[in-house]
């Protein structure tokens, strides 16, 4: 029930414009138009339970609201916050009462990803069995955070952060509900758009700060970042923006992109992630993706991070960017990595066959007498100082793991391993 003088009381701008109907909601077509999912569920009057993960305000909680009103369902609104299962048990005795009587009930569910295993599964046998139609927001990755349990019972929809034709249109409506255009110039317009980072909620909250300035001069880029906060970047270190962006950084590196690669290192540390994760990850990237190709390049890796380790932030964050030059630039080459991973297969397979005896040492007598070490030839005692002797186990069939690439160093390591190979032939040609 409506208090005595809450239509007096002030309202956030937010929360004045928040859409009426599914066609004033923006940025969401994809889902919400005569061809997306959700609308068609709307032209059918028949919602599916569904889960919505997007950024923060991008229309979640709206869409929610909108979608009850449409199909004339009861909306009980909760935060996984500040429930618990007592508040779900309550929910589900009215659902069901109401079921009885035969009105639906939408319930939905804010940060769905903070309840717990066990309070997630309390909404199983409430879906299933369509006592409540539930749309669970959440802003973390569902396949990381929820139970499959949960989402095999539930669509999950994925809603885009609000664009700039978007975030303009919502600045056009704001202005309009204001009476009055804000007196931006034509340079800080955008950089209003862009400080709100695709968050409708926080452009609103923007918009209202700089309608309560004095309107005596036109604000420019310098009045504006003065004036307001840019919305801090979206990155939450122990989560899905975690591994998207270290993502990103290593296969801008593996894909030669410096300048993408220059991008995300300093999406990460403006986000606030720790250098030396930073460091560790393109250290692997400089053996894994680069490996012989460039053998400098993991030396310049553990240089960056010495380097880091004694200037600190901000200066060493100078000598992780230029590692990252450095691995960008540099020729690639994965055959160390596939090399390694075929040898530790081959490993697994043989088990525990021992070395062909000729190259192992002879101690003791008896080893002597078993034969230990008989008829090893001494490499450097040959004329291209090389033995061409098997040293692979005797019940093993010689294996071929390392295939260098024609890049960099690994063309040269390619010369050696062809000199090597055609030495082994003519020795086994001889022998014949």
């Not at 309550?90 to 009885?100: L, P, T």
């Not at 599964?121 to 929820?146: H, M, Q, R």
């Not at 255009?181 to 317009?189: F, G, I, K, S, Y």
């Not at 070490?373 to 291209?384: M, S």
Request: overall charge neutral; glycine content about 8%; hydrophobic content about 45%.
């Amino acid at each position: 029930m409506t208090g005595l003088f809450e239509q007096t009381a002030p309202r956030p701008l937010a929360d004045r414009l928040r859409p009426q109907s599914l066609a004033e909601v923006i940025g969401q077509d994809h889902l919400l138009g005569p061809d997306g999912p959700i609308g068609r569920m709307v032209a059918a009057r028949r919602l599916a339970s569904m889960i919505l993960w997007g950024p923060p305000g991008c229309g979640k909680t709206t869409i929610a609201r909108l979608l009850a009103e449409t199909t004339d369902l009861v909306f009980e609104p909760i935060s996984a916050v500040f429930s618990g299962i007592a508040d779900l048990r309550k929910i589900f005795d009215a659902a069901k009462k109401r079921r009885a009587g035969g009105r639906g009930t939408l319930l939905f569910v804010d940060e769905i990803h903070r309840f717990n295993r066990a309070q997630q599964d309390a909404f199983l046998p409430y879906v299933e069995d369509g006592t409540v139609i539930l749309i669970g927001a959440t802003t973390e990755n569902p396949s990381f955070e929820l139970n499959g349990a949960l989402l095999s019972r539930c669509q999950v929809f994925v809603l885009h952060r609000l664009d700039e034709a978007a975030l303009g249109t919502l600045l056009a409506r704001a202005e309009a509900q204001l009476g009055h255009p804000l007196p931006l110039t034509a340079e800080a317009r955008p950089a209003l758009l862009a400080m709100a980072d695709g968050d409708g909620r926080f452009l609103l909250n923007l918009v209202e700060e700089l309608a309560r300035l004095p309107a005596d001069a036109p604000i420019d880029n310098a009045a504006l970042a003065a004036a307001v906060q840019r919305r801090a970047p979206l990155y939450d270190k122990a989560q899905e923006g975690h591994y998207n962006l270290i993502s990103a950084l290593h296969k801008s590196l593996r894909g030669s992109d410096t300048d993408a690669a220059l991008y995300w290192l300093a999406r990460m540390l403006d986000g606030g992630e720790d250098p030396i994760y930073i460091l560790r990850r393109l250290t692997r990237a400089a053996v894994e993706d680069i490996g012989l190709a460039e053998p400098g390049a993991l030396a310049q890796a553990i240089a960056a991070w010495e380097a880091y380790d004694r200037l600190g932030s901000p200066e060493g964050e100078l000598a992780i960017a230029q590692l990252v030059i450095y691995l960008a630039t540099a020729p690639k080459s994965n055959a160390a990595y596939t090399a390694f991973g075929a040898a530790r297969q081959a490993a697994r397979e043989t088990g525990s066959l021992m070395p062909p005896k000729h190259i192992l040492n002879a101690p003791t007598r008896l080893m002597r007498s078993l034969g230990y070490g008989k008829g090893y030839e001494y490499d450097h005692a040959t004329q291209e100082g090389f033995s061409g002797q098997n040293y692979f186990p005797d019940r093993m069939a010689r294996r071929s793991f390392y295939a260098p690439v024609d890049r960099g160093f690994e063309r040269e390591l390619r010369k050696r391993l062809d000199y090597w190979a055609k030495l082994r032939e003519r020795k086994a040609s001889e022998e014949e």
